[in-house]
């Protein structure tokens, strides 16, 4: 092979050549071109960062205790469960150990889940809500607004805290307060 010196590219030999060469086309380009390759390819990799960092998909709500991905959403499907009376589902939440701190005072799970009956929670909503990990434990703090039908829901926002315990069978919950104080009062 032998190279011109006033050109930017080799010059195979005719004949004696084997077929076939590894012969690399990009040697041929101009030298003005490899700006505009190199402008293409820079773009190109632009590109394609911008769209791995973007999802195609929206978030999507947990619908179940399996689905959710962390505090919030356990929180959010425990609530939706409460509102839509799943209570097969809300005592699946509730570990066989668990305690709540409750207006009218400490309760065991039975108790929990008949107070949240009675209550009949229809419309609720979480704010400030803050998440700690610690191991396989998740304390979620928030404040819950909520409208009911039922006897002696307290009224007004609640300040809130459950502890979430990663278990075999899934995340339970082993303690909550369920707003024993209205944060409106000293």
Known sequence: M??????????????????GSRYNFAMRLPNSAWPKLFGRM???AVALVFLAACTVYGEHAARSYSDATGGESLERVFWKNVATGNWTEVQRAFA???L???P??????EAALDQYRKWNVKDYSLGDLKTELNGNTIVVTYTLTWNGTG???PAGSRPMMTVWQKQKAGW???????????????
Do not use: C, F
């Open 2 to 19: 032998a190279v011109n010196a006033g050109e930017s590219h080799a010059v195979l030999p005719r004949g004696g050549g084997r077929r």
């Open 42 to 44: 820079l773009s190109l």
């Open 96 to 98: 066989s150990n668990y």
């Open 100 to 102: 709540a701190l409750m």
């Open 104 to 109: 009218s005072g400490t309760v065991d799970r």
């Open 151 to 153: 006897a002696k829901l």
């Open 172 to 186: 339970v919950i082993i303690a909550q307060n369920v707003g024993t104080q209205n944060q409106n009062q000293p």
